[in-house]
């Protein structure tokens, strides 16, 4: 995984003023949309979607991290890597 610098380095994420209401607002939808799709009936038709959207959930989640840090993410992998540097994931179960 590429360091987190890089990231900022990029422009794939900016320093930003923390947002309290907008973190909430992340954490609730992240937790709604888990709870909705963890509970369906997986079918080969729905595991695709069911899938991608607990990963969405998860990655609203690391979103969240970033913002109460003060930054704002444009990439599916920085809030990943940050994540890890912040002893949240490790690399493993990243």
């Known amino acids: 995984m590429r360091p987190f610098n890089y990231f900022i380095e990029n422009k794939e994420v900016r320093k930003i003023t923390p947002d309290s209401a907008e973190s909430d607002a992340l954490i609730e939808d992240a937790k709604n949309r888990f709870d909705y799709f963890s509970e369906q009936v997986t079918t080969e038709k729905n595991a695709k979607y069911i899938l991608e959207n607990i990963y969405e959930s998860i990655r609203e989640l690391l979103d969240f991290i970033l913002i109460i840090d003060g930054y704002r993410?444009?990439?599916?992998?920085?809030?990943?890597?940050?994540a890890c540097?912040?002893?949240y994931l490790n690399f493993k179960d990243a």
Do not use: C, E, F
């Open 85 to 87: 540097d912040k002893g």
């Open 73 to 82: 993410s444009y990439s599916h992998q920085a809030p990943i890597v940050y």
